[in-house]
């Protein structure tokens, strides 16, 4: 049974940062592209980041860029997204999901095969 549980998500000033980390079990996590998506309420998931199995291409939002970083360890079978210089528009639910296969659009949530439950981040102004 695969599973993508993310931690690292909480309440923190605007500037601030955080670390989220995206466990995986039940999946060879070292051919999986990784991507993090994130929902604000009321609003469309939106995606922020994905990194490529190996680590050789990373890809960000316009929203995020310069400003988070997306990596991973895969002899730990985990996946990370530091955030720095929090603004209060990125206050959401943040979720991970693997994917086996590259696609062109990889920025839509509909090519990914597993997600995790996501973890809310709540940025003060």
């Known amino acids: 049974q695969v599973q993508l549980v993310e931690s690292g998500g909480g309440l923190v000033q605007a500037g601030g940062s955080l670390r989220l980390s995206c466990a995986t079990s039940?999946?060879?996590?070292?051919?999986?592209?990784m991507g993090w998506f994130r929902q604000a309420p009321g609003k469309e998931r939106e995606f922020v980041a994905r990194?490529?199995?190996?680590?050789?291409?990373?890809y960000y939002a316009d929203s995020v860029k310069g400003r988070f970083t997306i990596s991973r360890d895969n002899a730990k079978n985990t996946g990370y997204l530091q955030m720095n210089s929090l603004k209060f528009e990125d206050t959401a639910v943040y979720s991970c999901?693997?994917?086996?296969?590259?696609?062109?659009?990889?920025?839509?949530?509909?090519?990914?095969?597993?997600w995790g439950q996501g973890t809310q981040v709540t940025v003060s102004s």
């Open positions: 999901a693997a994917t086996p296969r590259y696609y062109s659009d990889y920025d839509q949530p509909r090519r990914y095969d597993y």
């Open positions: 039940g999946l060879l996590f070292s051919t999986y592209a």
């Open positions: 990194i490529s199995p190996a680590s050789h291409t990373t």
